[in-house]
């Protein structure tokens, strides 16, 4: 719950009028049907307490991830996995008395930003999704930055590799594909990843909530026995466009992280409600599967209007788009109804960056026409 602090994440529906909201990533088809009856079918169920366990879900997606039981963990949605793997990191860490020494300065575009000497890091990239960031100073780590280069669309690249056995982190938290560029992370980087955590004893926070809504993106999840490093992050958030239900999930082969994390929530933290409907969505793969036939078009169609306007553009494959534009092109849209993520909070980035999700073809259009007015609009500006 926020209080007295700003939304770090995009439009604010509930403060202002938004008639077409690209500020979040969802499936463009919006609510699953099949989810939508099964979320109103659970209102008759809604007197119980939910089962704590969760344990139709979890064999539901056990079922569709075929990874077994034991290594699924259900959340209130993808934020509180991620908060509670920070907690439980921070616990397991104390057990072991680790604490790292390495003092952690930024020395170039691919380094770090501040000093931590003397307090337990966990590594992660810049730009990325803020709330890793967050988790983890509220769990009492410091982080060390790997700035991205803009001249690569924010690509990883293996510079990471050094990067890690210099600063000799806790955790590395990865985000495939990364929120907010969209670029796949190339699954040779992450297996030396995976290899180089065995070797040095650091987790890898992977998180997979966009991925089966890219373009041809895998799961690691393959690798979860071979590494107990590995904690894979899922959501029915994006896929389904289940974002006000709060649903997520983790994959983990380590029974003693998952446990601990466990551990750092509430009980009953999964409603009955969402129970329901992440088991319907579990038996409904084809509706991500439609939205993922659908993106790449009108995800080139919207880089080329992008681009059309001389607004830089970064490569992606997945359901939304980061550009560099004109400043204030955020509260121009506002005024026609229409919001985008402004970025400018993003570390490595700052003004006159945006993302837009992709959404479907006639709300695309209309996009289209509000960027074009809204331009015209700044440029007459004295």
Known sequence: MLYQKNNLHGGDSY????????????????????????????????????DPFCRDLVAAIAAREQ????????????????YSFCSALNRLERSRGSVGTAAASRTGPDSSSGTLSGT????????????YELGLKNAGFGVCRYFLDR??????????LEFILRHRPAAVFLCNPNNPDGQLIPR??????????????????????????????????????????LFILKAFTKNYAMAGIRLGYGLCSDPELLKRMAETVQPWNVSVIAQKAGIAAMSDPEFPERARALIPS?????????????FEVCPSQAN??????????????????????????YPGLGPGWYRIAVRLPEENRRLAGALKEAVRTLQKEP
């Open 15 to 50: 403060q202002e009028f938004i008639d077409l909201d690209y500020s979040v990533n969802l499936n463009p088809y919006g609510l699953s049907p099949a989810v939508r009856k099964a979320a109103a079918e659970a209102l008759e169920s809604a007197c119980a307490y939910p």
């Open 67 to 82: 990874v077994p039981e034991t290594q699924i963990l259900c959340g209130n949605g993808a934020a509180e996995l991620i």
């Open 120 to 131: 337990r890091k966990a590594v992660i990239p810049a730009p990325t999704f803020a709330e």
């Open 151 to 160: 001249r690569q669309g924010f690509l990883p690249d293996e510079g990471i």
């Open 188 to 229: 040779e980087l992450l297996r030396k990843l995976l290899t180089l955590g065995k070797e040095q004893q650091f987790r890898i926070f992977l998180d997979e909530c966009f991925i089966d809504l890219s373009d041809q993106g895998v799961s690691m999840k393959e690798c979860l026995a071979e590494y107990p490093e």
């Open 298 to 310: 009108q995800r080139e169609y919207l880089s080329r209007c992008l681009k059309d306007l001389g």
């Open 320 to 345: 939304y788009l980061l550009f560099y534009g004109p400043t204030g092109l955020d509260a121009e849209l506002r005024k026609r109804g229409i919001a985008i993520r402004d970025c400018s909070n």
